[in-house]
C-alpha cells in the first residue's frame, strides 16, 4: 500500500516548513527556498506562507528575524539546534523550534511544535515553589532568590537593604489551645497586615511556620530602614498583633544573604528574651553573647561527659523549732578556662537545648544516690528538694524516669521534694496537672518554686496539687521596709496559702528580722544565707555528724 505521505503530514498538529538551500557564488547559503508548508503551518499563518517563498521571510515580524536564519544555516552546516523556544506575540503562543537538514537531498525541515501548556505548567509549578499555599506570599525559596537580586542591586546603586524577620508571638499556645485552625487564622490576619503597609521596595515573605521576612530594598541609609520598621511597629500595635522582630542591615551588619538572615535572627532571639513584642536591631555585640551562648552549649556537653557538675546543698530549718528540715538540690559548675558558672546563666541555655534533659538526669540521681547514702550514715530521714526544669518535667517518660531511679537507690520517696516553676504551667496546663499528681500519689512531695515572680495567682495554685509554696526572695527582701506594704502582703499570702493545706517556704532569708517577721506571721520554713548557704557534700556531711559549726551562713568568712 502507498501511503500519501503530504496527507499524512498535514493531519499532525505541529507547523512544518520545508525548504532548499539558496547557496551564492562562493557556494555560502545565505536563504531557503520554501517547498512545502503544511495545513497546520498555513492555518496559523492566514496562508500569508506557501511555496516558493524565503524561509527568511518567514521569521520577518519576529525580534529575532536573522537569528533564527543564522540557526538554519548552522543546521544546514551540521551544528545541531539545541532547546530553541520561540514566542510568537501575534498568537500569543510558545513554540519549541527544530531544525533537520536531510543532506542527500539537499533538503530542510523546520517544525514549530506548540508549548504554550507546558511552559504555562512549569511557570505554574515554579510560582507553587515559589509561594506560601497558606498566605499567598512568597516563601523561603522565593525570598532567597529575589534577596539575592536586591542585594546586588542595591550594592551596585550604594543603597541599603533592610531585612526584617517577625515572629509572632505565642503561635504555638495559640494552636494548642485554641486549634491550628485559630492558628491559620491568625497567621494569615497579619500577613494581610503586612501586606498592606507599604508597597514601594518593601516585600513580604513567609518564611517558616510563625515567621514572616520583611525585604526593604533602594533605602538611602540606616535611617530610613527605621522609619519603616517604626511605622510598621505602630501599624502591628493599632492591629492588637504580637510580634517579636530582628532587624539587620545591608552594607551596615553584612552583604551576604545567609549572614544577615542569621543577624536578623540573633537579634529576633533577643527581641524575644526582652518580654516579647519588641523589635531589636541587631548589633554586632549580639554576635559575641550568641558565641558565648555556643561555647557554653560546647562545654556543658563536655561537663556532662566528664562529671564537671558538682551538687551543693542548701538546708532549710523549721521556722518555730529551728530543726532542719531538709535541703535544696543546688547545681554547681566550675569550669577550667571560664572558672564557676553560676546556674542562672548556663540553666536557661541548657533548658534553650534541651540538654536540661541530661543535666536535670544527673541531678536526680545524684540526689538520689547522696539521700540514700545520708540515710545509711546519719540517719537521715529530713527532705531532699530537686528543681525539675519545665522541659525535663514535659519529658513523656518522666514519671518512669523518676520511679525507677527511686527503686534503684531504695529511697523512701517521702524525703523527695520535686521543685517547679510556673514556667511548666505554660502550655498543657492538663497533662501538667495529671503529672504533677501522679507525683503525688507516688508519695513525693510537689512544691512551687518562686511563688512571686511570674504570673502567679491564688486561683490558678488551687489547680494544682501541691504540697508546698516557695516565696521567692524578691517577696522577702522588703518585707522589714517600713510603709508594712510587703510585710502586709506576704502575711495574707503565707495566710492563704495556709489555708490552702500547703506548708510555706521564705526563700532568701538573709537577716534576723526578715526571720522574727516570718515567726510572726506563722510561715513553716525558712531557707537563706542568715541560716545556711548551699554547702559541698563534705560540709553538709560534717554538720549532719553533728557539727553545728560546719553550716555556712551570712556571717561565716
Ligand atoms: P532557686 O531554685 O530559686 O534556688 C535558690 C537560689 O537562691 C540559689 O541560687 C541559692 O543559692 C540562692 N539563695 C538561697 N538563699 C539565699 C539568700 O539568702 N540570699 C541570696 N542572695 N541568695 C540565696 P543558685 O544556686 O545560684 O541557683 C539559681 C537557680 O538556678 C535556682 O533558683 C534554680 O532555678 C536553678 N537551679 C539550680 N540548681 C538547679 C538544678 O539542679 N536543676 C534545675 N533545673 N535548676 C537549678
Ligand atoms: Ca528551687
Ligand atoms: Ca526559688
Redesign the pocket.
Known sequence: MKHNFELIIDSIPYLIVTGIPIRNSNNEIVDFEISFVNSAMKKITEDSVEAGMRISQLWKNSENSTGFLEKAKAVAEGTPLVDEHYFSKKHNLWFKIDMFYIQEEDFFVTTLTDITADKNFSKQLQTALMTDSLTGLYNRNGLFQYMEKVLNEDEKNQKCTGIAILDIDNLKNINDSLGEKEGDDLIVKIANILIGFKSENYKVFRYGGDEFIIIMSNLTDEDEVAYIIDDLYNLLQTNKVKLSGGIAVSPVHSCKKEELIRYADMALCYAKKNGKNNLTYFEKYLEKAFLRHLTLETKMHTALKESAFK??Y?PQFDVHTGKLRGF?????WNDSELGDI???VF?PI?EETGL?VS??NW?LETALETIKDWQERFNFNGIMS????PL?LSQDNFIFELSSMIEKYGVNPALLEI?I?EGVMISHMNETIDKLQAIKDMGIKVSL??FGTGYSSLSYLQMLPLNTL?I??SFINNITSSDGIQANITSSIINMVKNMGLETIA????QPEQLALLQKFNCNIV????RG??MPLNLCEEYLSGNEKALLT?NSL
Open positions: 551538687q551543693y542548701q535544696e538540690a543546688l547545681i554547681r553560676p546556674p542562672s540553666i541548657a536540661i543535666i536535670g541531678v530537686i528543681n525539675v526544669s525535663q521543685e516553676t518554686d518562686d516557695k521567692d526572695k526563700e532568701g532569708v538573709e531557707q537563706g544565707y542568715l548557704k548551699p551570712i
